[in-house]
């Protein structure tokens, strides 16, 4: 049976007593037999409760803040407003049948023709933060230390997942020295990107791919083709993913999956 | 607060419709809500999420005294409550407390706020909602491996 639920999902999901009975036992199976799984789970529940309690004496603290039960009130009332549904009414009209059949089959046709995945799903099923990867730089260049000290801090701040302040200690270095190192360059591209300086981002990519020496040329090129599907420009998606594909590097492979879902039609 | 996870308890253990439970939970915020006004709450021993539950448990009992009909708790919610504070709970608590940015917020929108992986995205300006969860799945990796490590100096491990 295929795992629709990543091992992350499956403990969130078990924890809050989401899973279907046989799930449920399938994964307390998957326990019995790993205890790193079941220590992993004990984990998360140490953790989840410890972000509730926290949380819960932050909202003690803001309910004893409230002077009146009036206003108390209100804003309950207020809150549940967001979980009431919409009220949706169908109207229903007749229609002469021949021409709607006609009309049904020339739309099924077009539609048919239409690509299967947007850009924008396509990017979101194959987009991955890239991990940080403390490489060598080329030449050996000595950085100077204040330098050194935004390069560090960046990627500190990178692996943290924290991209706005990653970004911004890859642009005070960029200023400092605007010969950043190979891999400064990459990340620092990846952070614009993902804090939405796309054309940026895109910018910097370009940069690093026409860079013969550069170590990254091949991560961005891929992350290039990326950034096309982000925005929507579906043909030069597959020009660049069609370049990956032939020069059977490290994405080559990835990219023809992508390739392949990318001209795939709706139904035809 | 808790109101997903309150409508799904009453709601397995007691026959009541969803406008009524609706109508309880509401009734039983306020009665917390006057609770922490009168000072009721300074020495909560349980959790805020128990005695929340625990409230709107009973407010259900002593409408359904009325119809003297009484029902058994199929999943007696209560019971299964371990409200001690170990040393293991106090540990993972403090290390909570000291999460820095991002985890501190993508895990807070996650786990307390609920909110879906797409609302995370747009809440922390991230390209998509896996990156989301990759951020996520980043995070707790982090804070388990710090929580293994600080268990077993605590020798609890």
């Not at chain 1, 990178?158 to 991209?163: F, K, P, W």
């Not at chain 1, 860079?211 to 043909?235: H, M, N, P, T, Y």
Request: proline share 2%; with cysteine; aromatic share 10%.
């Amino acid at each position: 049976m295929e795992n629709k639920y990543t091992t992350e999902e499956l403990i969130d999901r078990y924890i809050n007593d989401e899973l279907l009975s046989d799930e449920r036992a399938a994964f307390e199976r998957q326990m019995k037999d790993s205890p790193e799984l079941a220590g992993k789970v004990e984990l998360t529940r140490h953790i989840v409760n410890a972000i509730e309690c926290k949380c819960e004496r932050e909202a003690l603290a803001e309910m004893s803040d409230i002077d009146s039960k009036e206003k108390f009130q209100h804003i309950l009332r207020q809150s549940e407003q967001k979980h009431r549904p919409a009220v949706r009414r169908m109207a229903l009209r007749r229609w002469i049948l021949a021409p709607v059949s006609v009309a049904a089959v020339i739309v099924l046709v077009v539609v048919g023709f239409l690509p299967r995945y947007s850009t924008a799903e396509l990017f979101t099923m194959s987009y991955q933060t890239p991990l940080y990867e403390s490489l060598v730089s080329r030449g050996g260049i000595e950085l100077e230390p204040p330098l050194l000290e935004l390069l560090d801090y960046a990627a500190e701040r990178y692996e943290a997942g924290d991209m706005t302040a990653a970004m911004k200690a890859y642009d005070k270095a960029a200023v400092y020295s605007p010969e950043l190192p190979d891999n400064a360059r990459f990340y620092r591209a990846v952070a614009m990107n993902e804090t939405g300086h796309i054309k940026q981002a895109a910018e910097e990519f370009t940069l690093i791919i026409n860079d013969k020496e550069s170590e990254f040329a091949e991560d961005a090129l891929w992350q290039q083709a990326l950034i096309c599907l982000r925005v929507g420009e579906r043909k030069k998606a597959a020009k660049l993913l069609t370049e990956i594909k032939a020069e059977g590097g490290f994405y080559s492979v990835e990219a023809a999956g992508l390739l392949s879902r990318l001209h795939k039609k709706l139904f035809f | 607060m808790y109101r997903g996870e309150f409508i799904a308890f009453i709601r397995r253990n007691f026959s009541v419709d969803d406008d009524e439970i609706v109508d309880i939970y509401q009734e039983s915020f306020i009665a917390l809500y006057e609770n922490i006004r009168n000072g009721k709450l300074e020495h909560l021993s349980a959790s805020l999420k128990t005695y929340l539950f625990s409230i709107g448990r009973n407010k259900i009992l002593n409408r359904q005294r009325v119809s003297s009909r009484v029902e058994a708790l199929k999943n007696d919610y209560f019971a299964n409550e371990d409200d001690g504070w170990g040393l293991r709970q106090e540990i993972t608590y403090n290390m909570v407390r000291e999460m820095t940015e991002p985890c501190n917020t993508v895990l807070t929108l996650f786990y307390w706020e609920r909110k879906s992986m797409e609302d995370i995205a747009g809440a922390m300006n991230y390209a998509s909602a896996q990156v989301a969860k990759n951020r996520k799945s980043i995070c707790m990796n982090k804070l388990r491996t710090i929580l293994t490590e600080r268990f077993r100096t605590e020798g609890l491990l």
